[in-house]
């Protein structure tokens, strides 16, 4: 396989959408990121609130619980805002490539055992297959991480474009 081979890609925003916000992926709070972190700030809040509603029935020398929930709940929700503001800036990011992918023209893959290409309209990203550190393939789409992250769903290519690309990825990285 010494020879180019060029996938030209069907750039419709619907089948890149559907593979990045695939579930909750795109929920501030409910993401896999942001799921336990907003869970276990529910959990500490509403233990705070039942430690305020019975402060009364706590004698002075157990106030200090009050401060230690006070203290934690504080510190869920810093950690909480943190992993929220991570879910929005991708989010955002996801969003800037999805339009631009609406104005795109060409969208094409060129490789060979040697190098990787994506074309963008007249932007050319140019990798080597040793830049790859992993893939991800299935029904779906292929992912490729490195020293740049791309992802191709299936649907916006053929089958037998598809296989290919999926054959020259096993081929070329060690997974």
């Given amino acids: 396989m010494s020879e180019e081979k060029v996938i030209r890609l069907k750039p419709d925003r619907k089948n890149f959408e559907d593979i990045y916000f695939n579930g909750d992926q795109g929920s501030l709070f409910f993401s896999p990121t942001t799921k336990g972190k907003t869970i276990t700030t529910i959990v500490v809040g509403a233990l705070l609130l039942i430690a305020l509603l019975l402060k009364d029935q706590l004698g002075k020398e157990n106030v200090g619980v009050l401060y230690f929930l006070s203290f934690l709940f504080l510190l869920c929700t810093v950690f909480l805002s943190v992993s929220i503001n991570n879910v929005s ?87």
């Avoid at 769903?153 to 037998?160: E, V």
């Fill in 89 to 175: 800036r991708w989010k955002k990011g996801v969003e800037g490539y999805l339009k631009s992918l609406e104005k795109c023209n060409l969208y094409e893959i060129s490789f060979n055992h040697e190098f990787f290409n994506i074309k963008i309209d007249q932007q050319e990203e140019y990798n080597l297959w040793k830049d790859f550190t992993a893939a991800d393939i299935n029904d779906t789409y292929i992912s490729l991480d490195g020293k740049h992250s791309y992802m191709f769903p299936r649907k916006a290519m053929s089958d037998k474009d598809y296989n290919l690309l999926k054959q020259t990825i096993q081929e070329n990285i060690d997974q």
